[in-house]
């Protein structure tokens, strides 16, 4: 089954909802990248979330940045998606090991430690929108259901989990996210957090087969919903070498010339995707030219 994202509105349209399962993506950039369990939980964590808000996109073009800055041996992850759900991110530090925590669970908070989380949406506009919020737990569901409520007042339920196999790859991905749009009854949150309290975690539904549509059924209880669109997430990238030069173009002429002066071939990485680009001198110069 290839992964995919469902949204759809709740509670006769005082609900608007979303879920995803998406294992295989989540699955490949750990592959790009290499990441330690606690690092591709982290990385999955913020993609799977990412997924879903970027479906609220409405133009081609347009962009939406998650972005961590923690005090933590991750350091930082950056994921960005687009409205087709197509998403990319990596950790600044992939190869973090750390003990679990005292439920036996990857310990997603202490990696990330303290920091700041930045939602960046890029509409087409001079400028792009960006919020942000401190790190209120780290384990990225919570940071984000605090970032909907302070800085969109948007009452929202998020729950996000990454599984890990024993040997390091991603057994199960995904999660759901719930708000409440302005017409909604007070009592409809104390109804969903009362669900909430009775649910298993999200990887533990995805273990047992659930699908998105029937996590979400399970917390809305007897509440109805109704499925506008269903679509497939992956991961994509689209890094070219023009792309790669432009980045070159900023690290500054004195800097381009002793690469040219070296004599050497540059090899240049996507951080999004790994990808190698090659430079000669001669490219270089050209570069150079340009600038």
Known sequence: MKDYIIRGMAANNQISVFSVTNKQ????????????????????RLMTAAAMMGTQLKGEGDLLTLQIKGSGPIQGIVVTTNAKAEV???VYNPDVDIPLNQAGKLDVSEALGLGIMSIIKDIGLKNPYIGQTHLVTGEIAEDLTYYFATSEQVPSVVALGVLIDRDGSVKQSGGFILQLLPNAEEYLIEKLEGNLTKMPSVTTLLEKGY????????????LEFTVHEKLETKFSCNCTKERVEKALISVGRKDIQEMIDDGNLIELNCHFCSKKYNFTPAELEDILRKS
């Open 211 to 222: 699908t998105p549509e029937d996590m979400i059924q399970l917390v809305l209880g007897d």
């Open 25 to 44: 993506t989540i699955e490949k950039a750990r592959q790009l990248h290499q990441t330690s369990p606690v690092a591709t939980a982290a990385l999955g």
């Open 88 to 90: 990319k991110g990596y």
